[in-house]
DNA sequence: AATGCCGGATTGGTATACCAATTTCTCGGG
DNA sequence: CCCGAGAAATTGGTATACCAATCCGGCATT
């Protein structure tokens, strides 16, 4: 059946476990999921497990075929669609984010980095939900680049998950985060849209290679596309 | 109480109904409006009632204060920012479709278009949800530009609503989609994004007319935002 | 042995019952 | 007349019961 994580029944919301045992490859992607076994699962009834079931849908981590559910595959068609995307949308929202941008707002979310990377769980770092790309989205005074941005980075979570498992990798995306900021910082428009997209490509490639490394400990229905 | 759309049970899911009622105005923007009511107006349990507000608070029909419900009210300062989003977004969405458009998916679009303006009720236009814009991206072969234009149309759909109460708004809106549609045909990337630009422009004012002629219908609390 | 049909088990969709929290109303005291 | 305390009603959140459709397996027939 599954592992450790679900059984007892925590404080946390379904949503926040349900989305955690599907990141952290409790259930497995491509496999088909039941309302009324994970009503079993994790002890609580389907009502807020159908929420839950919503909101893991619009995020991309569920798939409905029908009416029954399965845990998202990965889709490498997806993700460099993700990718594609965000290089339209992002290079526009720090372009934004550099005319607007308040320094209490660059404090707040250089902070909240340095704070979630020196002391790096997996928790907190999915807890804090927001990341770094979004509140950078969010200086655009934009809500709907906002939001997209937000969706969108949803859909790499699984994979950013995988790739975050090594300290490196988090150590390169700090460094290339904080850069982005500074440059957001200074105005420097034109400089924090091409760092953006300069991150976008090798971040790409990073989770390229986490899937294809994770490969193995998946069925032929856990990655599709391309 | 409220008119005449709802009350017999019809057979539309009570999502699509509810939309209608927002839509048409029957429920007030402003108003807080409670799963319990719309049990009852509508005729249905709080279960299906609770699912489709879930959808219209993700749509931006509804909003959540806490733990309670309001018809959304007009926010004249997030409309400017969809038009600044789709500003960003649809001229790279059309771009793309020129490159990857067959002419049978544009034969597709130009149809059911075509269809729409000739004989125009509001159920229909509505029914159809995807629209011409939404279509468009879809070209672009990038499920993330198509969700972020459809996500976005949706917040702009009341007020497309009211502005497509006029024949005139409906013939310009038609003559400009056909236009963009064959730039897209004619494979002229360039001139379909100009095209994009020049009709988004024409239909943010046509939109903030159509919700300052509407403004004496609503109270205070209809409109916020600038 | 292959196939097709039937019945039970499982599924998601819906209605309803129950609860705790919040809001609203009322009534008494100042 | 105003204000506040407490009670009653209303609210959203959750659990559960029920239903119809679907899926699956086994049995009978060929």
């Known amino acids: 059946m599954m592992a450790s994580t679900g059984q007892q029944a925590d404080e946390r919301d379904i949503l926040s476990r349900l989305r955690f045992a599907i990141l952290s490859l409790d259930l ?4 088909a999921v039941s309302e009324r076994a994970l009503e079993a699962q994790f002890q609580v009834s389907r009502t807020p497990i159908r929420e839950a079931l919503f909101h893991l849908v619009r995020d991309g981590l569920v798939v409905r075929d029908g009416r029954s559910y399965a845990i998202a595959p990965f889709d490498m068609a997806e993700i460099d669609e993700v990718f594609a995307f965000r290089d339209i949308v992002e290079p526009a929202a720090v372009r934004l984010a550099a005319k607007l941008a308040t320094p209490e707002q660059i404090a707040a979310i250089r902070h909240s ?100 490394n994770a490969r193995l400990f998946m069925g032929r229905r856990g990655i599709v596309g391309e």
Chains 1, 2 share one sequence.
């Open 113 to 212: 980095m340095n704070f979630s990377h020196e002391e790096f769980t997996p928790e907190r770092w999915l807890e804090m939900g927001l990341d770094f790309h979004v509140r950078c989205a969010a200086l655009s005074r934009n809500r709907c680049l906002e939001t997209a941005l937000q969706d969108v980075t949803l859909r790499t979570l699984r994979a950013r998950w995988l790739s975050f498992a090594s300290e490196e990798g988090r150590a390169t995306t700090h460094r290339e985060h904080s850069a982005i900021l500074n440059l957001i910082e200074a105005r420097d428009a034109e400089g924090a849209a091409r760092a953006v997209l300069a991150h976008s490509a090798s971040v790409r490639l990073e989770v390229r290679d986490a899937i294809e």
């Open 28 to 31: 497995v992607p491509g496999e």
